[in-house]
């Protein structure tokens, strides 16, 4: 099979691959024989229960309103840097030297708004805590008429991390959540998986052919979805 890091996937991401997967493979399960067809049972009841706590995790009431917040936070952050980039080609000395301390101190945080939404938000309070600890940072904020986007920035990432510990809350109360069920249903895959492919190897049939090129395909759109980071929450 094609290399396929599905543990990296978001688990809307990693859901609608088991799904597809199951979809590919239901057609033809009576053909593929006992062993494949024992893992195959398996692998749905688990990617059923994973599939229903990760719908019930992106009808949170909470989830738009996340999503919402993440986008204003990453547009304040982007004004930002805009702000300071173009300070930094500034004839006035003051400006300049003010935006080339900001892009400094900035630097561990210039492309927070990639990262995942929780690892974002801890990103802003640290460096919110790092600048108002600094005087220096507060004057050059001002001079170069971005204080104002950093306070509401840092009132954003306030209500952020607020609104996604409350979203956490509320599903942590529910009997299981994605991430509790998604350790069985990655097995599950990974059993499959495996299966197929030893069946194949040793065993081949045009069924299996054709199941196996499905499989494969999917895995070839999906890898590319795969994450550094597994921490993504799944809005």
């Given amino acids: 099979f094609s290399g396929l890091r599905s543990s990296h996937l978001s688990n809307h991401n990693a859901n609608s691959l088991f799904q597809s997967t199951i979809q590919v493979a239901i057609p033809v399960q009576s053909q593929l024989g006992d062993m494949v067809n024992a893992v195959l049972t398996e692998f749905i009841s688990s990617a059923q229960k994973f599939g229903e706590q990760v719908n019930a995790q992106r009808k949170s009431k909470l989830t738009d309103p996340l999503r919402e917040m993440d986008q204003k ?39 927070a708004n990639r990262h995942p939404m929780k690892t974002q938000a801890e990103d802003m309070t640290d460096m919110f805590a790092k600048y108002h600890a600094n005087p220096a940072l507060l004057a050059a904020a001002t001079e170069i008429g971005v204080a104002a986007l950093f306070t509401e ?46 069946t194949v190897n040793f065993m081949p049939s045009p069924v299996l052919l054709a199941l196996f090129n499905d499989m494969d395909a999917l895995r070839r759109k999906y890898a590319p979805l795969a994450t550094e980071s597994k921490d993504k929450p799944t809005v």
């Fill in 153 to 198: 920035l840092e009132v954003s990432n306030v209500e952020l991390t607020t609104t996604y510990l409350a979203r956490n809350n509320e599903i942590g109360k529910r009997s299981e959540s994605g991430s509790d069920l998604r350790p069985a249903v990655e097995t599950g895959y990974t059993d499959l998986c495996n299966a197929v492919e030893q």
């Fill in 73 to 111: 936070d990453d547009n304040l952050l982007s004004e930002i840097k805009g702000t300071v980039v173009f300070m930094l080609k500034s004839r006035e000395l003051n400006k300049k030297a003010a935006a080339e301390n900001l892009k400094f101190f900035l630097a561990p945080y210039w492309d």
